[in-house]
Structure formats: C-alpha cells, structure tokens
C-alpha cells in the first residue's frame, strides 16, 4: 500500500516536474496570495472588505493559471480562469470609476 501512494506521489510531484510545474505553482501561489491580503485587511478593520490588491493578485494569478491550462490543454480550466479574469478586470474598472468621481481623489 505504502509502495502505491509513494510511487504516485513521486509520479505527480517529480517525476512530470518541469518548467509549467513550477509556473503552475508560482501561479497558484500568487491566487493564493489574494485570500491572504483579503484576510489581512479584514482582521485589521474587523469586518470583512475586499483590498485593491485583491484584485490584482487575482488577475495575476489568473493570468499565470490560464497560460499554465493553455500550454496543459485544460479546457475547464481555461474556461474558469477566462471568465475569472473578466470578472476581476471589471472590478477594477468599478473602483477606479468610483474613484475618479470621488472629488477627493
């Protein structure tokens, strides 16, 4: 049993490691980053709220995630974080609108 769960984890984990590996990591590092800024700034205030920076960890992460499932061929994944991607774009276009009618801006 134990020969099993080694032998897949070295298929998964060395064996396939190249270069989309570590920028599929990189990526999923920098997604992650996002819910660690969100919790950061939410803890601060003691409510919750959504940083800026939220968002552009997510687009960059999103981004680095969509050419990784591109180069793998992932059509769930591209889909996924295609759509994310225009999700996260319009959000920053709705705080730099709010922003720029903001006379204190």
Known sequence: MLAGLYEWVYDVFVAQWDFWVLWGFVAQFMFMMRFMIQWIASE???RS?????FWFFSIG???????????KKDPV???GQGLG???????L?????EKRQDPNF
């Open 61 to 71: 992460g999103g981004s680095l995630l969509l050419t990784y499932a591109i180069v």
């Open 85 to 91: 991607l225009i999700i996260y774009f319009r959000n």
């Open 44 to 46: 601060r205030v003691g």
């Open 93 to 97: 276009w709705l705080i730099y609108k």
């Open 77 to 79: 994944f591209i889909a």
């Open 49 to 53: 709220i959504v940083p800026v920076a």
